[in-house]
């Protein structure tokens, strides 16, 4: 069983990182070279820096995925066939191809299904008043080569846009360019937030850096004033 790793905090918010994680578990053979891991098909480039930073900043407790989601994605309903994928952004991924149901079964079990249980004893232990999701997004895309990625950062939701019209209005008072459910929409792809956030009405930020903002320790520090300032904003809003 793979469980994520869990930050403790003092602070009414949960911090959550679906993506921080390039591990692949002992026994799984994704048929892939190993520079692949650094890529952004498997993992959100600086997320686990940026969201353990935050945790300190905020006084936070963060839940923190610790598996590739080439193994198994934690933000897709597990019954989605892309919740194991056979290929992403252009890449092949051969040992997920023709996986057996007993294999795609057992990774649910041993990785997806202890986070989100995880995530919810949680929520269920201290009911946070705020939720921030951190993820990453490349500045391009190898398979759209032609489409712009101009936000430096976006802010996702679906439904519930409480958090997310505060969260956009404190980030571009600081003169950014902030994607509003950008570079893609919460309403097509949002399955942590719309289990452990909508569902029980809690107000979510669903952050995305872009990742080459990320890739220094100055730029994750960057982020973290950045992002500890816009939580904060919208964490007094909610009151």
């Excluded at 480039?45 to 006084?59: M, P």
């Excluded at 923190?64 to 194991?84: E, F, H, K, M, Q």
């Excluded at 952004?89 to 299904?113: F, Q, S, T, Y």
Aim: proline residues 8%; negative net charge; contains cysteine.
């Amino acid at each position: 069983m793979s469980l994520p790793e869990i930050l403790p905090g003092t602070a009414d918010l949960l911090l959550i990182a679906d993506h921080a994680s390039a591990q692949v578990p002992p026994g799984i053979d994704l048929g892939i070279s190993p520079a692949l891991l650094h890529d952004h098909v498997a993992v959100d480039i600086g997320t686990d820096a940026l969201t353990r930073r935050l945790a300190r900043a905020l006084s936070a407790p963060a839940i923190i995925a610790t598996v590739s989601r080439l193994v198994v994605d934690l933000n897709r309903d597990p019954a989605d066939l892309g919740a194991v994928p056979a290929s992403s952004d252009g890449h092949l991924i051969p040992g997920n191809w023709n996986l057996p149901d007993e294999e795609r079964a057992l990774r649910v079990e041993a990785i997806h299904a202890p986070y989100h249980a995880a995530i919810a004893a949680e929520i269920a232990r201290v009911r946070p008043a705020l939720i921030i999701s951190v993820h990453s997004f490349t500045p391009q895309l190898a398979t759209r080569p032609d489409e712009q990625r101009p936000w430096p950062i976006g802010i996702l939701y679906n439904q519930d846009d409480r958090a997310a019209r505060r969260g956009l209005v404190a980030l571009a008072s600081r003169g950014l360019h902030v994607g509003d459910n950008q570079p893609y929409s919460g309403r097509d792809l949002n399955y942590t937030m719309d289990r452990h956030a909508e569902a029980a009405r809690i107000p979510y930020l669903g952050v995305e850096v872009r990742n080459d903002g990320l890739q220094s320790k100055g730029g994750v520090a960057r982020w973290t004033h950045i992002l500890a300032d816009c939580i904060a904003m919208v964490r007094r809003g909610l009151v």
